[in-house]
């Protein structure tokens, strides 16, 4: 059981930093007083990637906590089954398996249409991509259990305390 806790420690650590600069990049790709000449083409594809990449952080929470939560510390169990439910309902996962990993839609029998990835897009913001980042990661305002990254560095941080 300790061996389990401490995997989990260790990718929870991963995903901490991968979510803090993903989150952080995609706001300064955003932001045209930090990249001011930057073409929209160019703009759009780093959203994309940056995207790509929590949605797949997001998801992989999602299978730590499936393969995990025997070993997570009590006081979170709560807060871990409200995020994970948080995630599905999001639709990320999904997200995850029908646009970022692949390119085809198992329900539809085809890729997705470009209104249909928007409309996904749209219930996973909640209609505003800012609050999603800012959820994952406010650097001036991490409360937990708001705020994803302090979250997950709280469970991290728990978890590494109670198995060494």
């Not at 260790?10 to 600069?21: F, I, M, P, R, W």
């Not at 539809?108 to 999603?132: A, Q, T, V, W, Y």
């Amino acid at each position: 059981m300790r061996d389990k806790a401490i995997e989990a420690c260790k990718l929870l650590n991963q995903y901490v930093g991968d979510l803090v600069a993903t989150a952080r990049s995609l706001q300064l790709f955003e932001s045209q007083e930090s990249f001011p000449r930057l073409k929209n083409e160019l703009r759009l594809s780093l959203r994309r990637m940056c995207l790509s990449y929590l949605i797949i952080t997001l998801s992989k929470w999602g299978e730590l906590y499936s393969k995990y939560k025997t070993v997570i510390p009590k006081d979170l169990r709560q807060s871990c089954r409200a995020l994970y439910q948080n995630i599905q309902c999001k639709g990320i996962i999904d997200f995850r398996n029908s646009v970022v990993g692949h390119i085809w839609d198992k329900k539809h029998k085809r890729p997705l249409l470009s209104l249909e990835i928007e409309n996904r897009l749209k219930k996973m913001f909640d209609g505003n991509m800012d609050s999603f980042v800012k959820w994952i990661n406010d650097s001036k305002n991490n409360i937990f259990p708001i705020r994803l990254y302090q979250f997950v560095s709280i469970y991290a941080i728990k978890s590494c305390r109670t198995t060494i």
